[in-house]
Structures are given as C-alpha cells and as structure tokens.
C-alpha cells in the first residue's frame, strides 16, 4: 500500500514570495491533515479536512497561508507571502476518519514533509 | 486545552543500555495516548498507544509505555537499544469524546545511540 506522498520535498524562497505544497493522501482515506513543525518542535495541526470540507483550521494563520482539497483528494498548501518564521517541515497527514467512533481513534499516517527555508 | 511536556529535549545514551523517555500530559477530560518516531528525514511513525485497558503498552521496536493516570505521565522505555534506534520521539494525546479527534504533539526528545 502506497503511503502519503508530498512534493516537493525541499523548498528555499525568499521572503514575500508565495509557495505551494502538494500531498496525496493513502487511498480511501476521507481525512486529510497538514500540520507545521518548526525546528526543535513538535507538529502543530494547521487544518483538517473531511473529504472536500474544513473540520478544524483554528490554528490556520489565514492571512498568509491558505489550503484546498478539491474533489476530496489531494491537497495543496499556499503561503502568500512568506515570512521568515515560515521556515519548517510542514507534514501531511491522512486517516480513514476524522471521528473517534466507538472508543477507537483513527491512525493517522504521515508523509516525508516538506522543507521550506525562508531566506 | 490538552498539552504535553517532554521532559528531556536530548537523550544520549550507550548502545544496548536501557532508555527512558518521559512524557507528562494536562487535560481536564480523558485521552488516548501515543508515541510517534520520526527518523532523518522522514514522516511520523506511530510507536504505540494507549486507548483503555492495561495501563502497560507494548510498541513495536521493542518499545513499551506505561500510562500513569495519577501521575499525568506516560514514559516511553526499551530495555536495550540498537544505534537504529537513534531518531526524535514524540508524546502526543488525544480526546476520549466522540468527534473531531486532534493529535496534541509534545516538543519531542532527540534520541542519540552511542557505540
């Protein structure tokens, strides 16, 4: 079974410019997760999707950083523009549900990241 | 709010010595609980968890934690490491509600293996 794949791996830009990340998800998974881990921290959830539709995007900065999930696939996440403290792994995640359902939470499962270096 | 402290950001330690990693969460209603390990350059992979029952876990890897609930803790052990055991760990904690579920990520410990 194939895993959660992300593009590009590695990014450096300058700051104000815009820049986009791509993730598909595990096959047949309805919930999509992008979540921002800044170095020398853990993975702060930025947005959650079920399906084509936001669940959680509280921590979302939205006046810089936007994401879609059209059609309930794959994902991107734009930031316009970039600032300095931009600069992390922004990680990819997806999981059959969103709900815990019956006292079983679902496992998510996690991409290689994206490195983006703001310069 | 859930949060979770990791306790050590760094853990050096000889190669077939026993390791604990420590991790302490705050909530004010029940949680799962879970390891994650991230290996240079790649994604997170879960370890273990902890959603009821038996309050010792077993992961793969040979790794185990025990869920302290009056203790607020639930420390990550391997009785004896391997250099490939040499990545960053992660606590993280969830609701027990029905709903959204939202992984709550501890600032992870660094994991050096010497030979």
């Known amino acids: 079974e194939a895993g959660v794949a992300q593009s590009p791996r590695y990014k450096i830009i300058e700051k104000r410019q815009s820049v986009a990340f791509w993730c598909n998800p595990i096959?047949?998974?309805?919930?999509l997760y992008w979540y921002q881990q800044i170095l020398g921290q853990g993975p702060k959830l930025l947005i959650q999707?079920?399906?084509?539709?936001?669940?959680?995007d509280s921590q979302l900065p939205k006046d810089r950083f936007s994401a879609e999930r059209l059609k309930g696939v794959d994902s991107t996440l734009k930031i316009q523009p970039a600032k300095l403290e931009d600069s992390a792994v922004y990680l990819c995640?997806?999981?059959?549900?969103?709900?815990?359902?019956?006292?079983?939470?679902?496992?998510?499962?996690f991409g290689p990241g994206t490195r983006l270096t703001v310069l | 709010a859930q949060s979770v402290t990791q306790l050590d950001s760094q853990v050096p330690v000889f190669e077939e010595a026993p390791v604990e990693l420590r991790c302490n969460y705050s909530s004010s209603v029940s949680v799962y609980l879970f390891w994650y390990v991230q290996y240079p350059n790649q994604g997170l992979q879960l370890l273990l968890k902890y959603l009821s029952g038996s309050t010792l876990v077993k992961g793969i890897n040979g790794f185990e934690a025990e869920f302290n609930k009056s203790q607020t803790s639930f420390h990550l052990r391997k009785p004896s490491v391997h250099i490939s055991d040499t990545a960053e760990y992660f606590c993280a904690v969830s609701d027990r509600i029905q709903g959204a579920q939202k992984l709550v990520f501890g600032q992870g410990t660094r994991l050096t293996i010497n030979p």
């Open positions: 999707f079920q399906n084509n539709g936001v669940v959680d």
């Open positions: 995640a997806s999981s059959l549900r969103a709900l815990v359902v019956a006292g079983e939470p679902n496992e998510q499962f």
């Open positions: 096959s047949g998974h309805a919930t």
